[in-house]
């Protein structure tokens, strides 16, 4: 079975920052990764996903990140953040065996001017 | 296309009272499933279809609930009797040719308040 933590349900930043949501997985077996946003009374968008080959995937709307299967990771980032960038972001997992996606709770970020 | 399509978007029933939830997938997907969300749990998988066959409904919370997929173009939750517990908001979700390879394209939810 798989899990998925994320570490931070808030993270407030000032629009042009840099921001990073953090995700940790557990798998007894491979995995593949994703990232989701879900914004206010929306259903879930695909942000990016991992399946194999270069570990930094890169997303829509200027998100990326970086799989590192030694730290059971799959942090979120961006360089420059904006307003319209406030929403919730769902971390994902599948395990290469798998039926459906596993969601960690969901991390809210909050943009401000 | 017009993506996945839920309705009702919001549903307010009163305690013991039968709750229908309706779901179109994306034609063509043959891969559908129904999400739960709440603040306290998250996303929750509730049950699994492929090619209208349920696969996986290990999320079902209990014999209240019960999910159908008639056609390749129609799913329903029920629920009966609703508890105020169940006041969550429900995604159904569908893919092309299961997850893994593919992304799960989720509907806009139905907020449903049981009182």
């Known amino acids: 079975a798989q899990s998925v933590t994320q570490l931070d349900s808030q993270v407030p930043v000032f629009e042009e920052a840099p921001v990073e949501l953090r995700c940790n997985y557990s798998s007894s077996v491979s995995v593949y990764l994703f990232w989701y946003v879900q914004y206010p009374n929306q259903g879930l968008q695909l942000l990016l996903k991992y399946l194999s080959g270069s570990t930094l995937v890169k997303g829509i709307n200027g998100f990326e990140a970086e799989f590192n299967k030694s730290q059971t990771s799959f942090h979120l980032r961006k360089p420059s953040v904006h307003i319209s960038d406030t929403a919730e972001y769902f971390c994902a997992v599948i395990g290469q065996a798998g039926t459906a996606l596993i969601f960690g709770k969901g991390t809210t970020l909050s943009v401000s001017s | 296309d017009a993506g996945v399509i839920q309705s009702p978007r919001h549903e307010v029933t009163e305690m013991g009272q039968e709750v229908t939830l309706r779901c179109k997938p994306i034609s063509g997907h043959n891969s559908l499933f129904w999400y739960r969300q709440t603040m306290m749990r998250g996303l929750e998988l509730l049950i699994y279809?492929?090619?209208?066959?349920?696969?996986?409904d290990s999320g079902m919370p209990e014999d209240r609930f019960s999910a159908k997929m008639p056609n390749a173009s129609f799913s329903t939750l029920k629920i009966q009797p609703s508890e105020p517990r169940d006041s969550a908001v429900y995604f159904c979700?569908?893919?092309?040719?299961?997850?893994?390879?593919?992304?799960?394209?989720f509907g806009q939810g139905t907020r449903l308040t049981v009182v």
């Open positions: 279809f492929n090619n209208n066959v349920p696969i996986d």
């Open positions: 979700a569908s893919s092309p040719r299961g997850v893994r390879n593919t992304e799960a394209f």
